[in-house]
């Protein structure tokens, strides 16, 4: 097993928890995290970070485009999925966020959970499909430094500063849906 970075807090280390079990099951050394204050983050990654609602509308209306999910991996026991992904613009195909989610299945509706199985459609769309209350809570905010996974899922160049958040979404009941790890990529320039 990998050692995480001694550097940050119990408390951090078990939001990453999503995103470490996939470096761990690869066994590849975990990129360098450094926490910050939402205040910290550059204005348009504080825009696309800081707020209470899912990720998904967030990028969607950010990129002025639909999203689509490729899951690279996925783990499934006892009704709890973790997956690794990378959320993409329909109209570009290009990569706008990264994640590693773990969900309890048994929280969800039959219909929902199908679909969530499937791994076609991100998370925040079939939440606001099946009109599932829910309420989004950013419990950190962080600087990761681009590896070599990262980079080549986010189509950036290794060793770039990235930034992204753990978040997790509870019920009604305040019971845990997911904890998710999204980190997104450097802004492409438009020529």
Do not use: W
């Not at 769309?125 to 950013?138: D, F, I, M, N």
């Amino acid at each position: 097993m990998l050692v995480m970075h001694d550097s940050l807090t119990p408390e951090l280390k078990s939001y990453l928890l999503p995103l470490d079990f996939f470096y761990e099951s690869k066994e590849i050394s975990k990129p360098h995290i450094e926490p910050l204050a939402s205040e910290s983050l550059p204005e348009r990654e504080r825009a696309l970070l800081d707020h209470d609602h899912d990720m998904t509308s967030t990028l969607m209306n950010h990129h002025d485009s639909d999203l689509y999910i490729e899951v690279l991996e996925r783990v499934s026991n006892d009704n709890y999925l973790l997956r690794m992904v990378v959320l993409k613009s329909k109209d570009t195909n290009e990569p706008v966020e990264f994640g590693a989610i773990g969900m309890d299945l048994n929280l969800f509706e039959v219909n929902i959970r199908n679909e969530i199985d499937e791994g076609i459609k991100p998370l925040g769309g079939l939440l606001e499909q099946y009109s599932v209350p829910y309420k989004s809570g950013p419990r950190a905010f962080f600087k990761v430094i681009s590896d070599e996974l990262i980079a080549s899922l986010l189509q950036v160049p290794e060793g770039v500063s990235l930034f992204g958040r753990c978040n997790e979404l509870t019920n009604p009941e305040g019971f845990t849906l997911a904890d998710i790890v999204e980190i997104l990529p450097v802004e492409r320039k438009i020529s």
